[in-house]
């Protein structure tokens, strides 16, 4: 069976502060997809990212990067110079084939101005 | 480019009622899947739908149904509610299966009292 655990509940930063959030995954399929989603106080998830599990390369978008280790099994977020606008429930999932996303809990992440 | 469309997005019910929630993916996207969220439980899958076909099922109780029409609109059905019952119900739409980029509604919110 696949899950994702999201250990970080809920965090809080001082604007300006990097974060990163933690996401670990299993699965016993050799081809999956990694997604991060954000969650704002409006309701709907926001896609980030999705990776595929041949690709390790990290990935940066502005302040975001993303550090994906095979070895690990994780696939972890990171924000640097944390914004207000950044406050949200950030969830990572996981998916292969046609299966649907597991999501993890989600980790809430305050920063606080 | 008009997002993912679910109405309505409020919706207070009585236990023992029964509910329709209402998705409209995205033009040109095929797939509509539904996923339950509560503070306790996270975000669960309940069913996805392709070309007017059920592909796939959460583990849910037969309560819960969907559909889709023609036109990739998807409407999912709740009979007899319960007080467990009340969540955000978020609506994803994709251009395909398979483990590819999803996008949300802002979800609609059900109460059972």
């Known amino acids: 069976a696949q899950k994702v655990t999201q250990a970080q509940t809920e965090i809080s930063v001082v604007e300006k502060e990097d974060v990163t959030l933690d996401c670990v995954y299993e699965?016993?399929?050799?081809?999956?997809?990694l997604f991060w989603y954000k969650q704002p106080p409006s309701g709907e998830l926001v896609f980030l990212i999705r990776r595929n599990s041949f690709d390790e390369q990290n990935e940066i978008s502005g302040r975001y990067s993303w550090n994906f280790q095979k070895s690990t099994s994780s696939f972890n977020f990171t924000i640097t110079a944390s914004q207000v606008v950044d406050s949200a429930v950030y969830f990572c999932a996981l998916a292969s084939g046609n299966t649907p996303l597991v999501f993890g809990k989600g980790t809430r992440l305050s920063v606080i101005a | 480019k008009a997002g993912v469309t679910q109405t309505p997005r409020y919706l207070i019910k009585t236990r023992g009622q029964q509910v329709t929630l209402s998705c409209s993916p995205i033009?040109?996207?095929?797939?509509v899947s539904w996923y339950q969220q509560t503070p306790g439980q996270g975000l669960q899958f309940l069913f996805e739908?392709?070309?007017?076909?059920?592909?796939n099922k959460g583990n849910f109780p037969g309560r819960f149904s969907g559909r889709q029409f023609s036109n990739s609109r998807s409407e999912m059905n709740v009979s007899t509610l319960e007080l467990g019952d009340s969540a955000l119900y978020l609506c994803?739409?994709?251009?395909?299966?398979?483990?590819?980029?999803?996008?949300f509604g802002q979800g609609t919110r059900l109460t059972v009292v």
């Open positions: 699965t016993r399929d050799t081809t999956y997809y």
């Open positions: 033009s040109g996207h095929r797939s």
């Open positions: 739908y392709f070309s007017e076909t059920q592909r």
């Open positions: 994803a739409s994709s251009l395909r299966r398979g483990a590819t980029e999803a996008f």
